[in-house]
Structures are given as C-alpha cells and as structure tokens.
C-alpha cells in the first residue's frame, strides 16, 4: 500500500514537472540496460534510439543491439524506442532498482526512405524496378578511377569514353542528361549533356552507389530514362567516435597514383563532422605498344559536412570541391576530314611523343562546388519532413591548340550556377501504406565566358524547373508489393543566343521563330529563344515472392525529357571528331515507355538475376549526319540533332554461385538492341554484346583472396553507316576516298586479376593491401564505346598497388 | 529548447523566392572570333607584271579560275585573313610567318603538272625550312586540273611531298582550278 502511494506521487511530479524525472534528494543510481531484436529473427538491431519522454535521456544500440542508461532516479517513464527501418515502440517503463529489458522490434524495410547504409543491409531506393549496386569496398577498389569506371562492372551498366580518362555511365544504352547522378540526395548539376563530359564527381567521398534502372527514382526526377546512380556518404552512427579510411593507390600505367582519405567524427548527442581529400594524379598513359601523349591527368578533391542526427530530427551542412584537369590525345586533335581519314589509315597516333606529366592543350579543366544544406524532422506520427537546398557551381573550360599563345586561352568556358530546392514528406497509413509527396524546383544561370575568342558552343541561358511527385508503396506482407508513382515537371527555358543572320535564314527559323529575333547586329543576330516543357513521368511496378527464394518483379516506366541545352543551341566544331554540330530549336519533349521484368533465385550458395526489358521512345532526340559543309578547312561533315521513334530491348543477367566455402563464380552480362524506327536503321554508340566472369579463390584463413576476372566485348554488328566521302588527291590526280567512321573494332577479351591480402583485422584498424593487375596480357585493342577509337588503342597493362585503412 | 518551424510555410516561402527573383539576363557580349581565317587571297604574278588574284571567302561562292603559261615562271604570294569584322581586317599571315617553325603551306596539284619553289622575301623557320607565303610556281605542260593549298598548323616534320607526310592539323584547304596555256 505504501508503495503504491509513493508510485502515484512520483507519477503526479513526473506529470507537473512535465516528464522531468530528475527529483533532487533522491538516489539517481540506478541503471537500465538490454537489448533491441528483431522481431521475426531475435537478431541485435543496430542503430535503434532509445528516448526517455520528457528528458535528455537517450541511449542508442551498439552493433549487439546494446543499450544502456546509467544515473537513472527512481520513476515511472516513457521509453520511445525508434529505428529508421523499424516501427516505434513505447513502453511505460517503472525504475526503481538495476533492471535489464529486453525489447522487440518489427523490424521492416523503409522503402520510400533515402537509402541507409547499416553494416550490410542496405535499403532500396524503389521498390520493383532494377537495382544494382556497389558497396564501400568495392568502391575502394575504384578509388583512383572515375565513377562510370566503377559502374561498368556492373551488368547493363556500360561507359561512354572519350580517350582514356574521360568517362560516362551508359545505362541501358542511354547517357548524358538520359542518366541522372545523386549525391547527398541532390541531383549533380554540371555540364551533363556533352559525351566527353565526365560526371564531376569523386566517388571516395561515399559509402555506397546504387543504380537504378530507367526513370523509376521519381523522386529525383523524371526525365532520366536511362537510370539514376545514387551516391550516399556514410550513415552516421550516434556515439562518441571517429571513423574513417584511407586509400593510397600507385599504379604503372601512368606512372601516377592518388590518395584518398575519410574521417568521420560523431558524439553521442547526434552531432557529426567529416572530412575528405583525395588527391590524383598520372602521366601520359600507355598503350601496349606506345605512349598515349598528352593524356596525363590531376584531381584534387575536399568536402566536409557537419551536422547532427538525432534519429527524429537532423541537418546537415555539406560542402564540397570537384577540380581537376585532363589531358585530350594530342593525336586526336586534329584540322579537317581529310587528317582523320590519315589518322584512321594508321595503326598507330600520329603524333606520339615521350611519357612526360605535362598536361598541354587540348585539354579540360572541370571545378564543381556544392554546398547543401539540409533538415529533417519527424512528427508525432511518424511521418517525416524534409528540405534540402543546394547551390552548384560549376566551371568548364575546354582548351585547344591554337595559334601563338591562345592554347592558354580557354576556347570553351562555361560557368553553370544551379540552385536547387526540394522538400519532401512521407507518412504511413495503416500499417501497410506508405506515401511520399514531395516538390523540387531549380533555377539554372549558364554563362558562357566570350573572351574565349571562340563563337559559343552553349548558349547563356536560364533554366527554371518546378516539379512534384506523389509516390505509394503497398506492402502487405513479405511476400507481395505494389508501387506507384506520379510526377509533374515544368520546365522554362530562356536563352539568349547569337545566330549567324545566313544560318537563320537557312535552317528556316526566320520564318518559325521569328517572336525570338531582338536585334540586328549585322551579320549576327541576337534572338531570345524561350521554351516551355510540361512533362509527366510515371512508374508502377510489383514484386512477387513465390517463395524457395524465387522472386519476379515487374515494372513499367513512363518517363519524359525536355531537350537540353546542347540539343537545342549547340552550334560549333568539334576538333576530335572533326564534325560541326548545330542543335535543332524545333525539338519536343522526348518521351519513353520502359517495361522492365526481373526474376531472381536466391539460395544459400546460388544467386541469379535475370532482367529483360524493352522500352519505346516517342521524339527520340539523337544526332545525325546531314551532310557536307564546305568550309576553310574543306568539307566538313555537319550533323544536326533531330527526333525520331526509337525501339530498345535487351537484358541483363547475372549469375553467383558459390562451388565451395573457399571459391565463388561471378558471371554477368548484357545485351542491348536499339533501332531508329524511322530511318529503320540501327542507332549508334549502342553497347555491343559483352560478359564478365569472375572466379575468386578466399583462402581458409580469409587471410587473403585471389580474383582472376576475364571480360569479353563483341563486335558491334549493329551499326548506322555514317561514313562519307572526300576528295582527295593521289599520284596528281582527284581521287574520292571513303572515311569510315561507323565500321566497329573487332571483338576483344581482357583478363584482369585482384589480389588482396589482409594485413590487419583489428576491431579498431582493418588493413589490407591489394594487387591489382588490368589488362595482363597487355591486348592491344579498340573499344567501340570509346570515341577516340579511330586515333588510338585503349590503355595496356597496368600494375597498381593499393593499400587500404580503414580505422 | 525547441524551435518552432512551420514546415509549410517555410517552403511556400522559399519556392516563392525562386520563382520570383528577377532573372532577366543580361544581353551576352558578341563573341570577337579571334583565329578565324574567312579569307585567303592568293596573288599570281607573271615576268611582265600582269597580275590575277584568287580569292576564297567564307561563306561565298569561289569559281575564279586561274589561268597559267607553261614554263613560265610565277610569282606566287598567299595571305591569310580574317573579315569577320569588316571594320577591323586582321591579316594572319603575319602570325604565320612569326610562327613559322608551327606552320607550313603546302600545294597540291591535281591533273595539272605544277613545281614550286621558295620565293623572295619567303619566312623561314629556325631549320631555314622555307614555310611558302611566297612561292614561285613553274607549269610544264597544259591542261586544267587545280591546286589545293594547305596551311599546316604544328606539322610533325617540315619537308615532305605529300599532305599526309607533314601530320599536323589542317587550318585551311582549298582549291584552286587552273588551267594551262601554252
């Protein structure tokens, strides 16, 4: 009796003092401790938050589901237990002594959540559509690489080059402004529309990167047919600690290597800051047989974040740094048709000069700055809010070899201010409805810097998008889900562009377009193009568990694109390919069906994915040869961006089988078929046939392990014919002589091998060193996705060293 | 302590502030093309002073035909222009001859049998490899056929007899028709 008066009194303080259970003159020494599990496995929940209502307790599980509170005064309180993949828990909890409690959670997967990353459990950013991804390790693997380097080992993610350094992700036979880059959750804003314009990223600045196939990542936009890669940093753990890694790599091919390292600092209140540097750089790389001049290359790359993550309530400042400079093959700049024709008639560059670091025109210089800041806060009911804004700038600057000293003079300078706003919220409804409904806007500033001496390739333009998307997942049980989503885009654009009066008058646009003509100037004409997009993207898919490990989804993905820049204005000469490139203003919005199928078996010691998808594009925006266009120089081929009705379809399989605890097979590969449906012609640059196998031997220890990976490439049968005629003069005498520039290089295998040896394996320091050797039997060969085919061989053998920290 | 933020309302804000901010750009400058040849004039001159000039211009129409005597010797004096700017003519030649160890000018000739030498007052490069702004061109027998001439900018050699033969980028090539008398 009386210790049920003494509950009732310390309930009614609990209750005056508004959950401050701090009552002075008491013995606050008691403690609670235990364990979070999950609910269907009784397996330690990592991460999940334990708050005491009303106060500034809180404790949060180790990686054994671990909790602890100490100091407690005796009390009735109200414990919160919360996890972001979980369902909360309250329990009334009454302390009057040293207790243990255990306590259980529904453990579920968040699926409209932003990925996080918990040990090796990560979340899918879309429920049905086509996911791939690459974890820390093997993002280490890549660290002095690009990005599209470490997604081609990806099945159906293959890489558009430009020489050796310059890099692009090809998806599904798409790329450019057809594939979307997020980093922190915001979409990458830099000059993406140009094929030689590698993402300006540095991967070592993240813990994990997901691709998902077609448009079905709504939330960061509706206009990537092709894919988005999503790249997440680390997940901040709450308690006292410093974490982070670094990466020294050196390589033979180059002669160069990079540095690259990460520390996390986080405190047990929710608060964090981090830091990152990498550093690269490489000489001119080597083919097997010769020097690839003027290919060298440097980066330098910073970010730091500070920030506080509460499990509830959060933000975050982010800032970060992208520079870095690459040298283009000299041999691959070059005057007029007739020098391509001698280069494409050689085996070999025709200008090869000793290995050296120097990097000279032609070549890119590439700064990308973001700084983000971002809030999240959850509501009573569990529904979540959150805002990010963004402000990217990013500066280009393309130089070739000119005249005098003007090779200093950037003959292309762009500078791309972006800021980006996006605000999203999520709830649940009964227990199997989840819903996100969010809002994204942008207003874009391209400048283009005239002092280049150079007409300008892009015009100064703004752009202003505003977009919103409702999204839905209906997981009834583990068996069965249903997604849906629904997004609306508007897009403005605004340009003021100089076309030359003649061109004006040629193309036809005096005529259509004359509303955009402002001002006379001779023989330039200044005009103010300006164009409205209103574009819808939808996606809908089902996941099927049929249990046995059998798994089928279905998706469909409607998505569509406004042209972007280069499309509609670009106008200007591409001295690597010797082609002059005039943008279309009379393009519409582009619009793409994809249906994608996937069926999955998983077993204890098998994996196998099986992915087909085909997909119909309507104003299918590509560029095409149009003619010949006598110029200073002598004919020059032009080709002009148009519209036609496209039909892709191809599928991606992959394969893993463990044949005993020590070795594993890996077997992937991809096919894709594109075709213009109008010209009824094949399109270009479309991947050929490829596969990867991968067999690794772990040793009994796991001390070491050893990978032996062979890839082979087919020919690409299916090809548009582009090739033309000039004229040319041989023993005195006019000659016509066919360039051929569509023709596919032959087939090729490589054969590559990862040695990797765990120096340390420590709770505290994990270390280990890796051998990697590209390309071991030093194959001469030519890669039909590389655009510098016709002037040199890709990249020979290359021993590099790697040694890894992780602490 | 908490702070107390209408998510809504903030976001109304803010999108109201994008959308609304004066972006009226500013008229961009004219690009001032700085290397552009449009131009390229090439002056024929006989013993007895008599005179033809070829002339190409960008964006014209050039059926000049030029007309020879064999075994006669020729004058021959190339420049190189840019009009763009009718106000401001550059002459590039001046560039080329400053640069000469980066340029050559080549001449090819096709269905017409045409030698050519190095003229007076020609640039010269460092290696005194002569660059052929001033050439004197000797025909031996008649017909009609044309001249192509090059300017080869950062050549990998200096002396060869073919276009392919000097690498290096080509600025210009154009052709000349010609035709032979005897």
Known sequence: MKRSVFRLLIFVVVITLKGSPILYGQSCNYSLKGNILDLHDQSPIFGALITIEGTTFFSQTDEFGTYNFENLCPGTYLFLIEHPQCDSLKRKITIRQNQVLNFKLEHHINELEEITVSDSKLEQITNSAQEARLNADQILEYSSKSLADALNTLSGVSVLRTGNSIAKPLIHGMYGSRVGIVSNGMRLRDQEWGADHAPNIDLNAFETIQVVKGAAALKYGGDTPGGIIVLAPAKKVLKDSLYGNTVLNMETNGRGGSISSRWVKTFKSGFYYSGQLTAKRFGDFQAPNYNLTNTGLQEGNLSFKLGSNRIVEGWEFNYSRFSNEVGILRAAHIGNIQDLATALASNIPLRVNPFTYDINAPKQQGTHQNIQISYFSTTKNQAKWKWEYSYQINQRKEFDVRRGTRSELAAIDLKLQTHALSGNYTWKKFENWKYEWGINSLLQDNFSNPNTGVKRLIPDHLKIELGSYILGVYKPNNMFSWDWGLRLDGVLIDALKYYDERDWIERGYADEFELFEIQDMGTQLLTNPKFNFLNIAGQTGVVFGFGKGFESNVSYILSQRAPNASELFSDGLHHSLATIEYGNLRLQKETIHKLLLGVSKTSDSFQTTISPYVSKAKNYIFIVPRGLEQTIRGAFPFWQYDATNALFFGIDLNADLDLSPELNFNWSASYTYAQDLEANLPLISIPPFNSTQKIKYTSNSKKWDLEIAHQRVSKQLRFPDNNFKFNTIKMGTIVPETVDISTPPESFNKLDMIFSLYLKRSKILKSYLKVMIKNITNNDYRDYLNRFRYYAAENGRNIQLQLNFIY | ?182
């Not at chain 2, 109304?12 to 690009?31: N, Q, R």
């Not at chain 2, 035909?65 to 009718?86: G, M, R, W």
């Not at chain 2, 000469?100 to 020609?122: C, K, L, P, R, W």
């Not at chain 2, 660059?131 to 050549?155: D, K, Q």
Request: charged content about 20%; hydrophobic content about 35%.
């Open chain 2, 1 to 182: 302590m908490k702070i107390v933020i209408n998510p809504i309302y903030n976001l109304f804000i803010l999108f109201l502030t994008l959308s609304f901010t004066s972006c009226e750009k500013d008229t961009p400058e004219i690009v001032e093309e700085q290397e552009v040849i449009t131009t390229v004039t090439i002056e024929f001159k006989a013993a007895d002073a008599s005179s033809q000039t070829f002339k190409w211009q960008m964006d014209q129409a050039n059926t000049q035909t030029i007309t020879l005597k064999t075994n006669t010797p020729y004058e021959v004096s190339i420049a190189f222009l840019d009009e763009s700017d009718p106000g401001n003519v550059k002459v590039i030649t001046e560039e080329v001859a400053e640069e000469a160890d980066e340029h050559q000018i080549f001449y090819e000739f096709s269905d017409v049998t045409v030698s050519y030498t190095s003229g007076e007052s020609d640039a010269l490069d460092s290696n005194n490899n002569p660059v052929f702004i001033h050439s004197i061109w000797t025909a031996s027998s008649t017909g009609t056929g044309f001249a192509r001439a090059y300017l080869i900018h950062e050549p990998t050699t200096k002396s060869s007899t073919t276009r392919n033969g000097f690498g290096g980028e080509t600025d210009v090539a154009i052709d000349i028709p010609i035709t032979i008398v005897d």
